[in-house]
């Protein structure tokens, strides 16, 4: 199944341009354990900063 992964971060390594993602794996966080209430509450944890 291909699965579109969209990144607004354009200083992250794995974004490809045009917001897409290409990470081979994505993981995503809870700030405040296992659980989220909200969009705002979770953290890509897959992010890595482009060398400037």
């Known amino acids: 199944m ?3 992964v969209l990144c607004e ?3 992250c390594i794995h ?3 045009g917001e897409k ?4 794996a994505i ?3 809870s700030e405040s ?3 989220a209430s909200s969009k705002e ?3 890509c944890r897959t ?3 482009k060398e400037a």
């Open 21 to 24: 993602c290409g990470a081979p």
């Open 15 to 17: 974004n490809e341009g």
């Open 2 to 4: 291909a699965l579109e």
């Open 41 to 43: 509450e979770t953290d």
């Open 27 to 29: 993981s995503i966080v």
């Open 47 to 49: 992010f890595e900063a």
């Open 9 to 11: 971060v354009n200083n």
């Open 33 to 35: 354990g296992s659980t």
